[in-house]
């Protein structure tokens, strides 16, 4: 779910953050395949939470089992005098910050 490579290597990682949900350690809904050179780069976030005050602090959360972002935006392609890269772009501007 990082960065849909190849799973060579592959690690089991928490994708909240045992530091802040240590609840959901061994939950398996937490429970995600990681490659190993991910799991080495990757930070401890937070979850973003872009809609203040909605009565589920959870409802702009990803999660790639039960909230994910398929086909909720485009890859595009931009170069910006560097070798080109690909960035996502979402139908609105909450989508484009998760």
């Known amino acids: 779910p990082f960065c849909d490579g190849a799973l060579s290597g592959v690690q089991v990682d928490h ?4 530091k802040y949900h240590p ?3 061994c939950h398996p809904f937490n429970l995600v395949p990681i490659c190993g050179e991910c799991n080495k780069t990757k930070l401890e976030q937070i979850p ?3 809609t203040p005050n909605c009565a589920d ?3 702009d959360w990803f999660h790639p089992y ?3 972002l398929a086909g909720l935006f485009e890859v ?3 170069r910006n005098g560097r070798p080109l890269h690909p960035i996502l772009v979402g ?3 909450p989508t484009n910050k998760r």
């Open 15 to 18: 994708f909240y953050p045992q």
């Open 23 to 25: 609840f959901l350690s």
């Open 48 to 50: 973003l939470d872009t």
């Open 57 to 59: 602090p959870t409802h």
């Open 66 to 68: 039960l909230h994910p």
């Open 76 to 78: 595009r392609f931009v």
């Open 91 to 93: 139908p609105d501007e």
